[in-house]
């Protein structure tokens, strides 16, 4: 059994343990089982009201543990500016909440006045990463502290395309001193979508920059050529070629702040504790003599 301290749960610090993305259907579950997951994590637009039921429950949740928000609108990579009404609701989200961690994902959602219900790819150039780079820049100027940046999940490749996703995720952390979101499971389809692989991807990736880890289920289908194509579909447990990955990731970096994801089909709260167990033990055997040391206390 794992207990929160007071210390940690008041300051919002994220322990380097196992958490789970909060669904206030499991709230009770999660309020009287005597295991207690390290940290919650929410979608930012869920809580962008002025109040009512969620803010009473996230209120009451956030007393008892450590909070992420995470982002998923804000449109990082909009060929026009961010919506500044939408980062006025983060900010003021944040300012509630005081979270451990505030994240975004590197994509584009928004066109002109239309919203799509998806987190699109970019083609990695250095337009691209100087309209990232100055729209991550503004982001943080307005909450007041850096953020994390996800790496996506991709089905196709821009032509366009001529620097390689790591070392544009690197670039971007060095001109805006933002941290990185490690998501494993996007690893996983992206490199079996487009045919490179997921470890030489991992070893290339920016380790010490990495301040989360996200797990999550994929499903599988076939493309119209008959090839594997995995969909980052949310729904299911971590498959085992992603918990691989995750161990090979926790032997390079330490310990990190894992976020087990389950966003669609959701089950009762003992199957995303189970999922939880099972990165809380891996966290354990294999944070003791990781290459980069311990970095999350």
């Not at 820049?137 to 996800?150: C, H, K, S």
């Not at 690893?187 to 920016?206: C, Q, W």
């Not at 194509?229 to 310990?255: N, T």
Request: glycine share 8%.
């Amino acid at each position: 059994m794992r207990h929160v301290s007071p210390q940690t749960a008041a300051t919002g610090r994220i322990p380097a343990r196992a958490g789970a993305g909060f669904k206030t259907a499991h709230a009770d579950a999660i309020l009287n089982d005597a295991y207690r997951v390290g940290f919650l994590e929410v979608h930012a637009e869920n809580y962008m009201g002025e109040g009512g039921h969620p803010h009473r429950i996230l209120s009451r949740m956030r007393a008892d543990f450590p909070l992420s928000i995470h982002g998923v609108g804000m449109s990082i990579g909009a060929p026009r500016g961010l919506d500044r009404d939408h980062l006025l609701r983060l900010k003021a989200l944040v300012e509630r909440y005081e979270p451990g961690l505030v994240s975004e994902h590197l994509a584009w959602s928004t066109h002109d006045s239309a919203y799509f219900n998806d987190l699109l790819p970019l083609p990695y150039t250095e337009t691209t990463l100087s309209l990232v780079t100055a729209h991550i820049d503004e982001v943080q100027t307005a909450i007041g502290r850096p953020i994390l940046l996800e790496n996506p999940s991709t089905y196709i490749a821009f032509a366009e395309s001529v620097i390689p996703e790591t070392e544009f995720l690197t670039e971007i952390a060095d001109r805006t001193g933002c941290g990185l979101l490690l998501d494993v499971n996007n690893v996983h389809v992206s490199a079996i979508n487009n045919g490179y692989d997921a470890l030489a991807y991992l070893k290339a990736f920016p380790l010490e920059r990495v301040g989360e880890v996200h797990l999550a289920g994929h499903a599988e289908d076939l493309d119209d050529n008959g090839d594997p194509l995995l969909i980052d579909a949310h729904d299911r447990p971590v498959a085992d070629a992603v918990w691989g990955l995750y161990s090979f990731v926790l032997k390079q970096s330490g310990p990190l702040p894992t976020l087990i994801e389950w966003d669609n089909d959701v089950p009762d709260w003992p199957v995303l504790k189970r999922e939880a167990l099972i990165a809380e033990r891996l966290l354990a055997d294999h944070g003791a003599h990781a290459l980069l040391g311990t970095r999350h206390e």
